[in-house]
């Protein structure tokens, strides 16, 4: 069982919800990452995306855009990345990281390559945007085989027949887009958000994630009382980009904490 597979099992036998906070890797310098990453666990997440910085982010928003922006600036690719998670499990071997990212620096570094690396620097599931489950199989194989979880995103418009593809390849958690758009982009229906959790819930068994539209605590607090995890990338993005670095750890502690009260609420 893999450690995302464990924490949602532990999380469901104590009636509980997932919190998984997303941060670009690098934003806002690389000197704070691996410190971000412990204080959101010590806040009361329970898994973390950590973004891969790239420079054409078609599924982000302007606030992520600009987060992959600054940590270009200090030249932080794919290796750094992995150098990140390697010195967060170092101190931290139970927190589950995704790595969320985009094909191109996967494909630049070779799929077997990152495979490898990803697994020796402590990865546990990776979501690959811009890779569709039809042209990915051996990357998700290969992916499996080394103990790391295959998370795939579904949308509002993914039909039928889609869902059932991608439910079949995928494993760890599914992530629902709860908004035609970028990250970000709208406020939630939560009602339609809700039927559509259901819908895609009668197909599998594993355990649903809600994000890119999860902007506070209340809307935290709906989300979470239909899904497994909530998943707050743009409102935390945001945390850090308005915060200095003298209060940026204090800004995000309290907004980790905030939004862990709501979900468990």
């Given amino acids: 069982m893999s450690r995302i597979q464990t924490v949602f099992s532990a999380l469901k036998t104590n009636h509980k919800k997932a919190l998984i906070p997303y941060i670009t890797a690098g934003d806002p310098h690389p000197k704070h990452t691996v ?4 204080t959101l666990v010590a806040s ?3 898994m973390i995306e950590l973004g891969i910085p790239f420079s ?3 599924a982000d928003g ?27 499990r170092q101190k931290d071997t139970q927190t589950p990281i ?12 070779g799929r ?3 495979t490898q690396a990803a697994k020796n620097a402590g990865v546990d599931g990776v979501l690959t945007v811009d890779y569709p489950p039809e042209e990915c199989k051996d990357f998700i194989a290969d992916l499996q085989a080394n103990g790391m979880d295959s998370i795939f995103l579904l949308s509002p418009t993914s039909d039928a027949a889609r869902v059932s593809l991608i439910v079949n390849q995928a494993s760890g958690f599914l992530y629902y ?8 982009a709208a406020n939630l229906d939560i009602a339609e958000v809700k039927a559509r959790v259901a819908e895609i819930r ?6 649903i994630g809600v994000g890119f539209g999860v902007k506070d605590s209340a809307t935290a607090k709906s989300v979470a009382a239909f899904a497994d995890a909530v998943v707050v990338g743009s409102r935390m993005v945001v945390a850090i980009e308005q915060s200095n670095e003298a209060n940026l750890l204090s800004n995000i502690a309290q907004l980790t904490q905030e939004l862990r009260t709501a979900i468990d609420s």
């Fill in 177 to 184: 887009v709860s908004l035609k758009g970028v990250t970000g």
């Fill in 44 to 46: 009361g997440a329970d």
């Fill in 112 to 114: 077997e390559k990152f």
């Fill in 35 to 38: 410190n971000l990453l412990h």
């Fill in 202 to 207: 009668a197909k599998t068994n594993l355990p």
């Fill in 56 to 58: 054409d982010p078609m």
């Fill in 62 to 88: 302007p606030v992520i855009q600009r987060a992959s922006e600054r940590a270009l600036k200090h030249k932080v690719g794919l290796k750094n990345v992995l150098e990140m998670v390697s010195e967060f």
């Fill in 98 to 109: 995704i790595l969320m990212g985009y094909a191109n620096p996967v494909e630049a570094m």
